[in-house]
Structures are given as C-alpha cells and as structure tokens.
C-alpha cells in the first residue's frame, strides 16, 4: 500500500493529523460509483494497469451491499470499499495480481474462513467480490 504523507502543518498536533486521517479514510470509503468510475478512467488515461472490485454477493450480515465497487491501480491507490474497510487490503493484493495476468478472480470471505478473520472480516457474513482488470 502506497503511504502518501498527510496535508496540514504539522505542528497542530497528533489529534489533528489523526482526525485529517479518519477524514480521508471516510472519503475514500465513501466515494461514489461515479468517483470510481472516474478514477479508473483516469488511471487508465494515464497509463496505469487497473483493476475493478465488485460486491457480487453477500449473505448474512455483510458490511456492504452487492454491486460495491473498489477501484485499484497497479500501484496499490484504491478508491471506493467492498467492506467497509475490512477486507480492502486483501482485495488489493488480489487485483495487483488480477493486473498482472488479466485473468479475473472471484473471492470470497466470511468467518468460517480462516482468511476473513486474519484479514478482519468478523461482521458475521459472507461476500463475494469479483475482480477484473479494466481495459
């Protein structure tokens, strides 16, 4: 994951750098599908191998709905959430490599699999996301 150094005088103090965080945090989260979209016109525009996240199912209690996007570039910027955070970056690694091969993936977490609870998915539910690289 790429770490871009926050905006803002530094002086302010670790509350104000850390409430500038949770801030972007949320808008990265938060992003609509039309952001999304964007971005990864963008990315592509630029040259960038790019791959597009998709909530394609979900069962029980699951911390976002179907047809949730997450936009990553070849460099790890993502943009948008499958899970409110909770299984991000293991999408992310799956989509660098999706980028890589051009074949898409179809994952899967809940909490019966080991792999949701290393990776924090203990919402209760399951969801399946495809990943596809765009072109």
Known sequence: MKVTPMSGD???GPSS???EAG???ERIMLATDED???AA???RRAGKGVALATVVETWGSAPRPVGSN???DEEGNFLGSVSGGCVE???V???LDVIESGKPKLLEFGVADDTAWKVGLSCGGTIRVLVEKVE
């Open 10 to 12: 530094p002086s302010a």
């Open 17 to 19: 750098r850390a409430r």
């Open 23 to 25: 801030e972007e945090k």
């Open 36 to 38: 999304i979209l964007k």
């Open 41 to 43: 016109e963008e990315w």
């Open 70 to 72: 997450l936009v990553i």
């Open 89 to 91: 970056g293991a999408v």
């Open 93 to 95: 690694t799956e989509a």
